[in-house]
């Protein structure tokens, strides 16, 4: 195997001729800069825009009831969900990149995984938002909390319901913790480059008093790696309990074994996806090629592909099972979803998910900026109809046909999605105006590292 | 306190010693007479007393201005000044918290169905039958004793709705404007003085068909008064197809009865008997009881046969062993035929069966119709079943043409069925008259201006009347016109004056079942508006406007008795049993002798039908929910799937598959019927099993003034209905127009594809192994292996359970609306409904087999099944739906945020959500409707039926006061759910699993007993026994 061929070196990832001062200024100047490019204030105006949208479908929804969505009695989830296991699914990627890589010593993780971890966190930020949302009385929502309630009435602890309470909320709360942490060491930067007072009063409170000492490196490097280990089998339990809500039922095309580890493929593939989908225009508007590289950009490509494959293995054992189960049910579930009159969201499915996915096996389209963009775009894209075919086309036609029913997303459904995603943005935006979107620190190591490579 | 303690002892004994004579003693502090004593009775809340013992002046005013502070406080809640009364005297009876039960009588076609209506302090809130009333069947789940209410249908389970609702008129109205009793008393007085004087000559009075002995009687006096008045009665489903087919057969007017429960053959033409009709009621209850092959003897399982012609699918149809669609012109052709085969005298009508012969040549001599003739001739001459012979019968309904009434009449005569299945009496109306041609006189005087006073009580002729009558036109040349009427609708709108009719469960009143037992009918309550009863308005006509409705109402009884002395007691039963005994029509002797003559002068019927084969007929009939119209602004019956189309909210023109491929019809399709210059514009719905030549519309929609429920949905028929011929018109023209129209069914699809939901077979296969019939097995799946044992819980008390005996159902919708009416089940709307948000919680599944121009329909009727492993109390989050320790699955609707996982794990979809607010908070009337032993549901929560858990409790609580010594126990019978007792043929059995003697327990363990989706494991409680059917063998392969 021709290993040195294959190998990453650090130059591959960062390219330019980097010292500490300058690779450390580069990124800092997005923020402290105070330059803002006008493409910032247009992108933030938008995502203001539909967040705006959005805070008027939630008070809708508040007033009226979830009555103003689609949902009916059988699909009595809709949008809500598939958002819900969409956006948890993409934060999935952040995770990975940054526990898992950095675990697994994959050193191209750095110039990415600050981004990724902060898409998590809002990714995971829009998804939490969904179950509240979908609740009936939302008003009541901490009955699923187990707190000492006078009435003695705990939550009912078989339900996946429950469970995703529980593996969310954890989720969310290691997700910050990680991101903050390794945010400490930039924010001592930013404070002792910041010029403004107001800048350098909350980045000095942020950075929580770092000054860079050797013993601070040391307890800072243990408290990532436990942090990392503590984030490492989040990365497979959140989308797998998120896949429990749907294998615990017995509606057929939900009710099935292989749920986990697809739900965890698919939320890697849509995850990198994002990452892709944001990083593209980033280190365009920013000049940030020299860090994240092409070679950033393929291996991201890589794990897209390998995981396709997952999800496609997927799709193959759901029909196959189907066929072989010998159960009408089953059969006639999947017989529906490719045949009957959400059809075109299966084949719409498959073309995104894995036929287009394909190309990624070309260098070529790989290393091409543009097309890399539009395949992250369409495998988005993709994996939101997967959710959509899972949650609303099993449920549309279940056991009885006399209770078989449509559903329709009507205008609040749309804005829902639409104001999840401007509030995603919106919190991208703000993330990069005011915090180092890539790690400074940890480019000053690939810095040296490159130094030390270099004949 | 104070202590005692071994010195006091010591004391005391030393008082008894010293005392005297008798002395009594409460305690032993009294007879030791201690100072502690004497100061504890001085205070006799010795402890805090000493807070007070030395309260200052100045104490006393810091006190007491802090208690007026804290007072003054809850002042600031601001909570209006409210007087509540108690009762001084206590009701007899009332117990707070206990319903009380009334007998009383809903009037529909001028017939009486005596009902029992439960009432909360003063309150209606339910209705149920009326057992002791002979339109009511006696079921036999209470025993002999029949305290428990009885079976009902649709219209008197939401009676109660139109009770209170506030759309009903309030106030007497004069043109339009707010006026009072009084004021039209003033109004009327000169007018019929005049008329007085010219004998009434310009009086015409407008009635729905009339058999209350009271309202009759006074009908008469006031004809007697003004001799030249005249008296109409109109309601479009009248039977003046079965009269004028009596006085053709038999020469007079008569009322038919039949009886089922001896019938083994039954031909039904165009009859849906067991949904509508003269007692319906007791109809689908014999019929189902001469089907149930568990009530057959051991020696072998026996079933009726029942045959069934048509033009429009019926529920009757439905439960057909051989059901053939054909056109109305038709079924009177094999009428014809058929009495022919069975040997009736024909003679006298030798010119008519002529011409019939000479049109249906093509059709007599199909297969089809041979076979059908050669089968149902030898049938009703030979099919008896082996321990119980009983006899055959011939049914007709009432659109068939007299001349088919005329030939059953003398078919079921020639028979021999006379006396055994169909008896005979005096008819029970009042005065019997062909409605049609008396409504079509009362025109013809109006238009010439002959009439210058018109009542009209009830009805709604402007609306009702058929188009080419032009009725209210005519109504223009009235110089004065009167209405009374719940609604001040559209008849009301052109009135004069409109009076606010009292609703029947606010009235005293009286009427006749169909066999002629009259009931009185009393209020539950004093009238919500200022409403006024027909009695009191003819009365007020008579010139006495005094006395009450029920002055009038007993004054009339106390002359019809004849027994002052006893008259009290005599009312008093009356009263109470709902019935008046001894009032019953004798059965009358009737010889058959078919006259030609009387056929000529039936204008009503429809000799010269256009019969070509490529025009459409266009069959009207009343609505199966909102009936001619008059349930119209019913929510429960808006809301209420009609059978096969499955559709709320409107009204359709309902086509067979064959006609709609052809014309390339879709359900929604707006298609324009045209008929002698007369259009009608309606959208389209295909029902599998209509009769390909015809176009079926209904009655009852396009209301212009029904109310806020009732306006504007679906098309008006009747504007399309010719007097001529009102069942049906031949030779019309159908277009479509491009247009299409939105409307809410509640079921989409109705084909099984192969999945065991309803399982039915032929009888023969239960004759050949009654233990495993073979259809049984067919499906047959075992349960999955569990880790868990199946009777891990152990319930050592109740085991709740039900079933649902497929072959007694007739899909009737009674259940659904008893258990909307108990339930407090919201009315959600038509478009909640198309979006499938309805809220019914049980609800009539219907699924079709075998060809769609003909197929076999079955019902199942599908409430919460209660399943012992219930996928959805696994996966609520909240633990808001949970297992109770008598197996009920209970919703917690505290509980509830609303996730709504529950319902989509549930494989039979019977949870139902709020997904808006749905139960109305705001309208006061409808605040009275609530049961309050049910919660009323708020947005955001799940609910599903709960097995009738409140009549459970109840039950409960009545069997432990009533327990003695013995272990309280609910006794087999003494429970029923809302649908199980509303069911007319009584297919729905409640009750416990734990004991082995109990009906359910019975019927769980029959060989025709299975689970719906039993392979799921979900164990389910409710579960169902299969369809039967009797098939002909030679019929076998026909049509």
Same mark, same amino acid.
């Given at each position: ?60 929804? @508040? ?66 938002? @969904? ?140 995850? @990198? ?54 159960? *009408? ?26 036929? *287009? ?32 075919? *899972? ?39 703000? @993330? ?24 | ?51 007070? /013992? ?10 007491? /201005? ?65 057992? #002791? ?42 043109? /339009? ?10 109004? +009327? ?16 009075? +407008? ?187 011939? $049914? ?141 308005? =003819? ?14 109402? #007993? ?5 019809? +008795? ?25 059965? #009358? ?97 295909? !029902? ?77 296969? !239960? ?55 108990? &339930? ?10 198309? =979006? ?17 121009? &003909? ?32 197996? =009920? ?14 319902? &989509? ?83 729905? !059995? ?9 009906? $359910? ?14 392979? +799921? ?23």
């Amino acid at each position: 195997m021709a290993e040195h061929d294959n190998k990453t070196t650090a130059a591959d990832l960062l390219h330019g001729d980097y010292t500490y001062g300058t690779v450390t200024d580069k990124i800092s100047a997005v923020v402290l800069s105070g330059r803002t490019p006008r493409s910032w204030y247009v992108g933030f105006a938008i995502a203001f825009a539909l967040v705006m949208l959005l805070l008027w479908a939630v008070t809708y929804l @508040f007033v009226r009831g979830v009555g103003i969505w689609g949902i009916d009695i059988p699909v009595a989830w809709g949008f809500a969900i598939v958002n819900f296991v969409w956006w948890i699914g993409i934060g999935h990627a952040g995770t990975l990149i940054s526990a898992i890589l950095l675990l697994l010593r994959q050193e191209w993780r750095t110039s990415i995984n600050r981004f990724a971890e902060a898409m998590t966190l809002f990714a995971v930020a829009c998804a939490g938002m @969904f179950p509240l949302l979908h609740l009936g009385r939302p008003e009541y929502f901490y009955y699923l909390i187990p707190y000492p309630a006078t009435t003695g009435v705990w939550p009912q602890f078989r339900s996946p319901l429950m469970w995703d309470f529980f593996a969310v909320s954890t989720y969310a709360t290691v997700s910050v913790l990680f991101w903050y942490v390794g945010l400490i060491p930039d924010m001592a930067t930013l404070r002792d480059r910041a010029t403004g007072r107001f800048a350098q009063i909350t980045y000095g409170i942020l950075s929580m008093g770092w000054r860079g000492s050797a013993r601070h490196w040391l307890r800072y490097q243990r408290a990532y790696l436990i942090l990392a280990g503590l984030a490492t089998p989040l990365v497979v339990s959140v989308h797998s309990i998120v896949s429990l809500d749907f294998a615990v039922s017995i509606v057929p095309g939900w009710h099935s074994t292989i749920f986990p580890p697809y739900f965890v493929a698919g939320a890697i593939y849509s995850g @990198f996806a994002m990452v892709l989908t944001i990083a593209i225009p980033l280190r365009k508007v920013y000049s940030l090629q020299d860090l994240v590289t092409i070679r950033h950009l393929d291996n991201m490509a890589k794990v897209m592909l390998a995981s396709g494959m997952v999800v496609a293995y997927g799709y193959i054992m759901e029909t196959f099972i189907a066929w072989y189960s010998g159960n *009408i049910f089953e059969q006639y579930m999947m017989y529906n979803r490719m045949f009957g009159p959400y059809g075109w969201c299966y084949w719409l499915l498959i073309a995104c998910n894995i036929a *287009i996915p394909q190309l990624l096996w070309f260098r070529a389209m790989r290393r091409s900026v543009p097309a890399l963009f539009i395949l992250a775009l369409v495998i988005n894209v993709g994996m939101w109809l997967e959710r959509f075919v *899972i949650v609303v086309v099993s449920l549309h036609r279940d056991h009885l046909p006399s209770s078989w029913g449509m559903y329709y997303p009507t205008v609040w459904d749309w804005a829902t999605l639409l104001g999840s995603l401007g509030l995603f943005a919106a919190l991208l935006f703000v @993330f990069i105006r005011l915090l180092p979107m890539i790690s400074i620190f940890e480019m000053r190591e690939l810095v040296e590292e490159k130094q030390e490579q270099a004949p | 306190m104070p202590r005692k303690d071994a010195s006091k002892l010591q004391e005391l004994r030393s008082r008894l010693a010293s005392q005297t004579g008798r002395g009594y003693w409460r305690s032993l502090e009294e007879l030791a007479d201690s100072e502690e004593f004497q100061q504890y009775l001085s205070q006799e809340f010795s402890d805090t007393a000493e807070l007070w /013992g030395g309260a200052s002046r100045r104490q006393f005013l810091t006190l007491m /201005g802090a208690s007026f502070a804290l007072a003054g406080l809850s002042g600031c809640w601001g909570q209006p000044p409210e007087l509540i009364v108690p009762y001084v005297k206590q009701p007899e009876e009332i117990i707070p918290g206990q319903p009380l039960y009334f007998a009383t009588a809903m009037t529909m076609g001028g017939l009486a169905t005596g009902l029992l209506v439960e009432s909360h302090m003063g309150r209606p809130t339910k209705i149920e039958g009326n057992p #002791k009333h002979p339109s009511v069947p006696a079921t036999f789940w209470q025993g002999a004793e029949q305290t428990a209410p009885g079976v009902s249908d649709i219209f008197a389970q939401a009676a109660m709705l139109t009770m209170y609702d506030p759309d009903r008129s309030g106030t007497v109205t004069s043109r /339009g404007e707010i006026s009072t009793w009084g004021a039209f008393l003033t109004a +009327l007085r000169p007018r019929l003085e005049l008329q007085k004087s010219a004998q009434g000559r310009g009086i015409r009075l +407008l009635t729905e068909t009339v058999a209350s002995p009271t309202l009759a009687a006074q009908i008469a006096d006031f004809l007697k008064l003004y001799p030249e008045a005249q008296w109409h009665q109109f309601e479009p489903v009248n039977r003046d197809n079965e009269l004028a087919g009596a006085k053709l057969a038999l020469g007079e007017f008569v009322s038919t009865h039949y009886h089922l429960d001896r019938a083994d053959v039954i031909l039904a033409l165009d009859a849906d008997f067991l949904i509508s009709g003269p007692d319906h009621l007791r109809h689908a209850w014999e019929f189902a009881n001469r089907r149930d092959v568990k009530l057959s003897p051991k020696s072998q399982a026996e079933m009726n046969r029942l045959y069934v012609l048509e033009s429009t699918p019926t529920l009757t149809g439905a439960k057909a062993d051989h059901r053939w669609p054909l056109r109305a012109q038709q079924i009177e052709w094999f009428a014809i035929a058929l009495a022919q085969r069975l040997g009736v005298d024909l003679s006298a009508l030798a010119d008519v069966v002529k011409t019939a012969n000479e049109q249906s040549s093509e059709f007599l001599t199909s297969a089809d119709t041979t076979a059908w003739l050669d089968a149902v001739a030898t049938d009703l001459q030979s099919y008896r079943r082996a321990d119980d012979p009983g006899s055959s019968l011939i $049914v007709a309904g009432p659109s068939v043409s007299p001349l088919v009434h005329a030939l059953v009449y003398a078919m079921n005569d020639r028979l021999g069925n006379v006396g055994k299945t169909v008896t005979y009496t005096e008819p029970v109306e009042a005065e019997p008259m062909l409605q049609m041609d008396s409504l079509r006189t009362l025109v013809a005087d109006m238009q010439a201006g002959k009439v210058e006073l018109l009542f009209i009580l009830g009805g709604n002729p402007v609306y009702t009347s058929p188009a080419d009558l032009q009725f209210a036109a005519a109504m223009d040349q009235v110089l004065f016109r009167v209405r009374l009427s719940l609604y001040e609708d559209e008849t009301s709108a052109l009135c004069h004056w409109h009076i606010p009719e009292a609703h029947f469960l606010e009235s005293w009143s009286d009427g006749r079942a169909a066999g002629g037992t009259a009931t009185i009918v009393q209020p539950l309550i004093a009238a919500l508006y200022q409403g006024k009863t027909a009695n009191e308005l =003819l009365s007020a006509m008579l010139g006495n406007p005094g006395p009450s409705a029920l002055d009038l109402v #007993k004054e009339h009884w106390q002359k019809q +008795l004849h027994d002052a002395a006893n008259f009290d007691t005599l009312w008093q039963t009356a009263l109470h049993e709902g019935v008046i005994p001894n009032t019953e029509l004798p059965a #009358k002797s009737v010889t058959v002798k078919l006259d030609a003559g009387a056929l000529t002068n039936l204008p009503s019927n429809d000799r010269a039908a256009d019969t070509a084969e490529d025009q459409i007929d266009v069959v009207f009939r009343p609505d199966p929910t909102v009936w001619d119209g008059r349930f119209a602004n019913n929510g429960w019956l808006q809301e209420l799937s009609k059978p096969f189309s499955k559709l709320t909210w409107d009204n359709a023109a309902l086509v067979g598959p064959e006609l709609a491929k052809r014309l390339q019809l879709k359900n929604g399709d707006v298609v324009e019927l045209e008929h002698e210059q007369r259009t009608l514009t309606a959208p389209i719905w295909i !029902v599998p099993g209509h009769c390909e030549q015809s176009v079926t519309v209904h009655f009852g929609y396009g209301r212009t003034r029904a109310g806020r429920v009732g306006t504007g949905a679906g098309f008006n028929a009747y504007e399309f209905q010719s007097s001529m011929s009102p069942w049906h018109v031949s030779g019309v023209t159908l277009r479509t127009t491009g247009r299409r129209m939105s409307l809410a069914a509640t079921q989409h699809h109705h084909l099984m594809d192969g999945r065991d939901l309803v399982r039915s077979g032929p009888l023969e296969q !239960v004759r050949d192994n009654p233990r495993a019939p073979q259809f049984m097995q067919a499906h047959e799946h075992g349960e999955a292996t569990s880790l868990f044992s199946p009777n891990e819980f152990p319930y050592e008390g109740y085991k709740w359970g039900m079933t649902i005996d497929l072959n007694r159902c007739t899909g009737c919708n009674a259940c659904t609306v008893a258990c909307q009416a108990e &339930n407090n089940i919201p009315v959600v709307g038509k478009e909640q409904v198309s =979006l499938g948000r309805e809220m019914q919680w049980i609800r009539i599944d219907s699924y079709y087999e075998g060809e769609p121009a &003909n197929p076999q329909v079955v019902h199942q009727p599908v409430p919460c099944m209660h399943c012992e492993n219930a996928p959805c109390e696994l996966v609520c989050p909240v633990g808001a739906t949970v297992h109770s320790d008598e197996g =009920l699955n209970q919703m917690v609707y505290n509980r509830c945020v609303g996730t709504r996982y529950c319902s &989509n794990n549930c494989p039979y979809k019977v949870r139902r959500f709020n997904f808006l607010q749905y139960s109305d908070r705001e309208t006061p009337s409808l605040k009275l409707l609530n049961n309050p032993n049910v919660t009323v549901r708020n947005r955001g929560v799940m609910e599903k039926c709960t097995y009738c858990v409140q009549r459970i409790s109840a039950a409960r609580i009545h069997a432990e006061i009533h327990a003695g010594d013995q272990a309280p126990s609910i006794a087999d019978g003494a429970l029923a759910t809302a649908c199980q007792a509303a069911c007319p043929s009584q297919a729905i !059995v409640f009750g416990d699993l734990n004991d082995p003697t109990s009906r $359910v327990t019975q019927q769980t363990d029959d060989p025709l007993n299975y689970a719906l989706l039993g392979h +799921l494991n979900t164990r389910p409680r409710t579960t169902y026994l299969a369809s039967l059917r009797n098939p002909n063998p030679k019929l076998e392969h026909v049509g």
